[in-house]
């Protein structure tokens, strides 16, 4: 009789994990599930595109400080006359090394978000990217977090929007290519802007090589019937070799 | 009439040439020649489905005799969404394949498009595929 009264308690809790696993506060927006950029275009967007209120705007430059703009304007131009000469720069892509934060958000293959008691987990398909951001805890100071690829992220919810504080990101882990230090912030505010669309306003400060918040705003759009797919970086033929890409196409690999 | 995967390949090839959807590389793809494209035909040794790039393997028989050719392909995670399958091309298959070489010179090249043995035609949704100029196949 302890038993299977043990065994109805053991099924309540599973139940209540899994209910909790799925939407953990009434109120709260159900943004679990796949997403896909929205309205991140190559090339000029359509008059179609421009005239939809749900593509947010495209991104700024970035206001950075003059020493830092000028090392970045050489940097693109330097990426720009190698691809000319055809002998791309090396990125970390190349050493198969993952995006990190914030541009994981940019959302190059599709996210997953998970909403769990106390956590929401956000997966990027490539190279299976994982960032966890804690629900209702405190920031630690940023000389206490060490330095990653996602950062530490706390979150809550106000409202229907949820903002997420991030710190601690590797100064090797660049967006867009810019430069960042230490004392670098990213704020998100993700709000769905229609059912099926979701907004992630990301704002970067940095005391040291911003002039001013940067914000980037992305979209997302609800994949109803999308599970992701496995991503392993497990025959890179693509390597660096001083400084720039090179393939070992050509050469056959036994 | 045309098999549904292969409609569904061939709109959503035709979309991200349109620019509907977001595309993005992994990598810059200069190390290609974009001004013209090689038609090879030959016979697959390997098919190779790995990220972050599957890879073909082809013998060509040319004048000077058979040369060995590595084509990259894009992800597989980009090709399974537009349809492909590990199971497409196999070890041993006569294909025709339309590669935009090696800038370099080696031999080796960006898949755009294969033709299978049953002349099924499968695009591997390279980033603004419309940007490699086509050069026509030689009779």
């Not at chain 1, 720069?89 to 997953?112: I, K, Q, S, W």
Request: aromatic share 8%; charged share 25%; glycine share 8%.
């Amino acid at each position: 009789m302890r038993g299977l009264l043990a065994l109805m308690l053991a099924s309540v809790a599973a139940v209540q994990v899994l209910a909790g696993a799925q939407n953990p506060r009434p109120g709260v927006p159900d943004i679990t599930g796949s997403w896909e950029r929205y309205g991140g275009f190559f090339g000029a967007p359509t008059e179609a595109q421009r005239n939809d209120p749900t593509i947010p705007p495209r991104a700024p430059q970035p206001p950075l400080k003059p020493e830092y703009l000028k090392e970045w304007q050489a940097r693109v131009q330097a990426a720009r006359e190698a691809d000319a000469k055809g002998t791309p720069l090396a990125t970390n892509y190349t050493n198969c090394l993952p995006d990190g934060m914030p541009t994981m958000m940019g959302a190059m293959f599709p996210l997953e978000i998970l909403q769990s008691r106390g956590q929401i987990t956000i997966i990027e398909e490539a190279f299976t990217q994982v960032r966890r951001i804690l629900l209702d805890q405190p920031q630690k100071r940023i000389d206490d977090v060490e330095p990653g690829f996602y950062g530490r992220s706390v979150g809550h919810w106000e409202d229907d929007t949820l903002v997420v504080d991030t710190i601690g990101v590797k100064e090797n882990v660049r967006f867009q290519n810019t430069s960042h230090s230490r004392d670098m912030r990213i704020a998100e505010r993700m709000h769905l802007v229609a059912p099926d669309i979701l907004w992630n306003e990301i704002t970067i400060t940095d005391p040291v090589t911003l002039d001013k918040p940067w914000t980037v705003v992305y979209a997302y759009r609800r994949m109803k019937n999308y599970t992701l797919l496995e991503y392993v970086c497990e025959d890179n033929r693509e390597f660096a070799d001083q400084g720039f890409q090179k393939s070992t196409l050509g050469t056959e690999k036994k | 009439m045309i098999p549904g995967r292969l409609l569904a390949i061939c709109c959503v090839a035709s979309l991200l040439l349109a620019g509907a959807r977001p595309v993005h590389a992994h990598h810059s793809f200069a190390m290609f020649d974009h001004t013209r494209t090689v038609t090879l035909k030959g016979e697959v040794t390997r098919f190779q489905w790995t990220n972050p790039h599957a890879l073909l393997e082809l013998d060509v028989p040319g004048p000077g005799g058979m040369k060995h050719f590595t084509l990259e392909l894009t992800s597989i995670n980009m090709m399974q969404r537009l349809g492909w399958r590990s199971s497409d091309i196999k070890a041993g298959d006569k294909v025709k394949a339309v590669m935009a070489p090696l800038v370099n010179g080696e031999a080796g090249g960006l898949l755009l498009e294969i033709t299978l043995p049953g002349g099924k035609k499968l695009e591997p949704g390279v980033p603004a595929a419309g940007t490699f100029k086509r050069t026509p196949e030689a009779e």
